[in-house]
């Protein structure tokens, strides 16, 4: 059983536990930590989800990611989530954004990598293939629909302020 912590939407603790697979009480939200990893050399990171999935199985997406567990905070999480989901080990990951829905803080994160490309591990029931490609080719997959829509949403400020949206499929 995993257990979160409880959070206001404000992003303070509750003092309630929250067990995944059960209903988030209404008024409280879990924390979950997502990291978009851009290589030193300008590509970016894509990582094909497990089909089997339940949520958007198979489909490619822009970051690594998940809950929080019971007693971490948004950047242990991210740093486990990173290494767990892509075998990337990184210190450093710069916060470029907040996401607060109905029952989850989305905490955004940035990490610049020089790590060697080809040693990407993918975790067990996650994830299935990864590439790298191009900044050209992110900001055509960002455009093309092919991006998860709620994931683009939540990423929306940092890609605006970015330059990769360029209004089509938006």
Not at 105 to 125: A, R
Request: glycine content about 10%; aromatic content about 10%; charged content about 30%.
């Amino acid at each position: 059983m995993e257990i979160w912590d409880g959070y206001y939407a404000d992003g303070t603790l509750a003092g309630r536990d929250l067990v995944r697979g059960e209903p988030v009480p209404e008024g409280l939200r879990h924390l979950v930590s997502e990291i978009l990893v851009r290589h030193t050399d300008g590509d970016y990171l894509l990582m094909q989800r497990d089909p089997r999935k339940p949520n958007y199985g198979g489909y490619w997406e822009a970051t690594a990611g998940g809950s929080a567990l019971k007693g971490e905070d948004k950047l242990a999480c991210a740093k486990r989530e990173l290494r767990e989901e892509t075998g990337i080990v990184s210190g450093e990951l710069r916060e470029i954004g907040r996401f607060v829905s109905r029952d989850t803080i989305y905490y955004n994160f940035l990490c610049v990598t020089d790590c060697e490309k080809s040693v990407i591990t993918l975790q067990e029931g996650e994830t299935v293939d990864y590439r790298w490609v191009s900044e050209k080719e992110f900001i055509r997959f960002v455009n093309s629909g092919e991006m998860i829509d709620a994931q683009k949403e939540r990423y929306r400020p940092w890609l605006e302020k970015m330059g990769y949206l360029s209004g089509r499929n938006t």
